[in-house]
Structure formats: C-alpha cells, structure tokens
C-alpha cells in the first residue's frame, strides 16, 4: 500500500510516516466494519441496560466512570469523570487550574487509572517540577532554586520520586504540545489507549486549541467548531475528557467573585456541550483577611449526571503544589 501510494502524484512527501501509516490503515478498517445506527425497542434496551448494572456490580473494574482522585468529588459526580463526554475545569488566573487538575491526574493515577496529561501552555518540565513538588513536599522556590536546596532535601526529592515512580509512575504520562486541535488530540489518545490503556485524559486548556486548520480560534463558529469536535472525540474513544478553561472578566465586576457557568469565555457551546462544569475559588484572591486563607472552593456548578451547584472546600498548600483530600461540603444553591 505505501509503495503503491508513493507513485500517486498526489502523495504528500512531507506528510509524516507515523500520520500516513495511521491514515492508511483508518481507511483500510472502514472496508472492513459497517457504522450502524444504535437502535433498540424498550425492552432489549432495558433488559441490556440491567444486564450491564449487573456486572458492573459483580466487577466494580467495569466502570462508565473514572475517578478524580478525590472521594468527595467523586460522590457528587456519581462516581468521577464519566467516559465518554468531557468535563471543563474553569477559573480565573492565580486560582490553581494546572494545580488542580495535575493532582487530579495524580490522585487518579495512584487509584490505578491510566491518565494522560496533555499540557498545551507549560512546557514538560514545568509540569515535572510542579509534580515533584507535590510528591516530595519540597517547595516548589526551592526546585526552581536548586542552588537554595539543602543536602536533606535533596534526599527527600530523591525518595519521592522513586516512590512514585515505583507504585504509580507507569500510570501517568504528561505530554507537552505546542499547537494542537481535536483531530490530532483524538489520534493522540488512541494511541496510549492503545500502548497503554489511559482512560482519563486532562487538557490545559480549551480557549489555546486550534480550530481543524490549525487556525488559532477568534469566531464563536470557531470556538463551536472546537466544541463539537471535542463532543464527538469523547463519545469516539470513550475516554473521560477534561479540560481546563478560562472565565472571563466578568466575575470581577460583581461582589461576589465566585464565578457561574455563564462567566465561561466564549462559554455558549463549552456550557451546553460539557457534562460537567467545575468552577475553582479561592477568597483570598480577592480577600485578604479572609479566614479561608488555604481553602480551595470547588465548585460543581453543570452536573448532567448528578448533583449541581455544589461547593466543596479543599485545604491547599500551593507552595508544595498540593490540594488535600479533607473537605467541607455546602450548598451553593441560592
């Protein structure tokens, strides 16, 4: 096939091998399976649908959800981020949206998911020093700083990191991108679905993706467009998608900075196609006599599989890069 190909005068040369091969064998699977409609009456629908309950009872690792990493926002999403649709992770600058969502993958990560970590605006080791921190609770200055780090911590850096690397290392991938839209990030998951099985994947973030052609997105059409795909690429690979995003500056004209799912930028489509919309707060952004100064506000606003307009408290400690697992649940619903 490739041989035959490469005499087609219109063969792109400069085209990637990795990309030829996986577009040539995308077509040759299509000669081989037939894309039927989903179609059933009531009752093989119902009689499917218990038979599935039933062994996802028998073996929990059958499972329409993967886990956050967090108990208590598992509970409130019914189980985690759910396979399949994707989830946005909002907020304003300062508040911790890569900090947030790196714990996640890593809490995830030590619960046996296979998580992939896709990070458009940090560069690889940003993100490695950031995960180090956290692990080795080294602070982050001093691991920018190496020159400040003392002989004993440079041993606790050391047995954190093979710790990690001993129990869940092999269960978490990070990959920097400089550029990418929804059909490269979707060939991008199938293959460590395929090497490695990963299941969860994170983007930071949304608004920075490209549009098919690679255009940097300026239209609402392009932010639809980028919207859909990401719909379409959820419900193709049946992965859990999350992906971090920006709020406008809406939320800082009002008293009360905790932002809506309205304060989403460019938020029509993101709003309406996302399963779930988790905004994050910290008061001492805004106020600093706050009593809640390491307190992080997650706030489940959207929940299309459970409960809505939920806050749940964190304790933080961003100088180590790290966001506990304790937490104080309110109602936010006015």
Do not use: W
Request: hydrophobic residues 35%; contains cysteine.
């Amino acid at each position: 096939m490739i041989d035959k190909e490469e005499q087609n005068p219109s063969y792109d040369k400069e085209t990637k091998t990795f990309d030829f091969l996986s577009n040539q064998f995308d077509e040759l699977i299509k000669d081989f399976t037939l894309d039927e409609a989903k179609s059933l009456n009531l009752s093989e629908g119902l009689i499917g649908l218990v038979k599935r309950i039933r062994e996802q009872q028998k073996n929990p690792t059958i499972s329409e959800t993967v886990s956050t990493g967090y108990d208590e926002i598992d509970e409130k999403l019914s189980g985690g981020y759910r396979r399949g649709v994707f989830s946005l992770i909002c907020a304003r600058p300062a508040m911790g949206k890569t900090v947030y969502m790196l714990n996640q993958a890593i809490e995830a990560a030590k619960k046996g998911a296979k998580v992939l970590f896709v990070s458009i605006e940090m560069d690889l080791t940003q993100c490695l020093q950031r995960v180090l921190s956290k692990v080795s609770a080294v602070k982050m200055k001093k691991i920018l700083q190496p020159e400040h780090i003392s002989d004993p911590e440079i041993a606790e850096l050391d047995a954190a990191a093979n710790e990690a690397a001993k129990l869940y290392g092999k269960n978490l991938f990070i990959e920097e991108v400089t550029s990418i839209n929804a059909p490269q990030l979707e060939a991008k998951i199938k293959f460590y679905q395929k090497q490695f099985g990963v299941e969860l994947v994170f983007v930071d973030y949304i608004q920075i993706m490209k549009t098919r052609n690679n255009n940097t997105p300026k239209e609402v059409s392009d932010f639809s467009e980028i919207s859909y795909d990401l719909r379409e690429l959820a419900k193709a690979t049946q992965v859990a998608l999350v992906l971090g995003a920006q709020l406008s500056r809406d939320v800082e004209k009002r008293d009360d900075k905790r932002p809506l799912d309205s304060d989403l930028k460019n938020s029509g489509s993101f709003e309406q196609d996302a399963a779930a919309i988790i905004h994050l707060y910290r008061d001492v952004v805004y106020n600093k006599d706050t009593e809640e100064k390491r307190i992080l506000e997650v706030i489940i606003g959207k929940n299309r599989f459970g409960e809505g307009n939920i806050t749940i408290k964190l304790p933080y400690d961003y100088s180590v890069q790290s966001i506990y697992q304790k937490s104080i649940q309110t109602d936010t619903a006015a």
